[in-house]
């Protein structure tokens, strides 16, 4: 079942701003903090040195303070800009819907999510993959097949099954969707349970929309 929004509708469920979910959801791996923590303090040692040489009889001192402190803040405002990034991706498109369906089926898959030399017991340098396990959950209702939707593999998504009743946003460029573009993150009400890649939704909003809604339908 899909049920078009209303003008409006999907920007409030999908905010502009990034939300604290979305923050931490942007932090990435602890190797990806430290990058960004190490951009930020050589990029704000580095500009505020210069900010000290300049400030001498110069016009352009404050400027380069501003640019150092934007360099110390790099590690809180670039998830902030990462998820606004993300977010632009889904309210872009021109129609969405609300989704009801069913779980048709779920598999799991092994991806490599990034490779990495080191030395092994005779110093020798080898190839060493970071592996993943994400779920592959496809999507139906009673027109048949939709889509597929991937996450990262957690231990409470064990408990999802065929059949099991899921809702999302559908994203399309057209407007009869007869051409998917993307999905939302989902909700399970069975089992109170949000699974998706992103947190792209606020999630109480969405299942206030979903009751609001859906209960019309019925």
């Known amino acids: 079942m899909l049920i078009p929004l209303k003008p409006g509708e999907l920007q409030r469920l999908i905010p502009a701003v990034a939300t604290g979910n979305q923050f931490r959801a942007s932090l990435g791996t602890p190797q990806q903090v430290l990058q960004r923590l190490m951009i930020a303090a050589i990029g704000g ?37 990462e998820a606004g990034q993300r977010n632009a991706t889904l309210r872009r498109y021109p129609a969405a819907a609300l989704f009801e369906g069913e779980v048709g089926d779920v598999t799991t898959r092994e991806r490599v999510e990034g490779r990495h030399e ?15 396990t994400w779920v592959l959950l496809e999507l139906e209702d009673e027109d048949g097949y939709l889509g597929r939707l991937a996450f990262p593999m957690e231990k409470r998504h064990q408990s999802i099954r065929r059949g099991t009743v899921i809702r999302c946003l559908v994203l399309s460029d057209r407007k009869d969707f007869s051409r998917i573009g993307s999905f939302s993150d989902a909700w399970m009400p069975g089992l109170r349970m949000w699974a998706g890649e992103y947190p792209f939704l606020l999630r109480p909003a969405f299942e206030e929309l979903c009751q609001r809604r859906l209960s019309r339908r019925g």
């Open 45 to 81: 040692v580095i500009t505020f040195l210069i900010y000290n040489q300049a400030q001498l009889g110069s016009r352009w001192g404050p400027v380069w303070l501003v640019i150092s402190v934007v360099f110390f803040l790099y590690v809180l405002w670039g998830p902030i800009v």
């Open 118 to 132: 080191q030395a092994d017991s005779r110093g020798q340098l080898e190839l060493v993959e970071n592996r993943r």
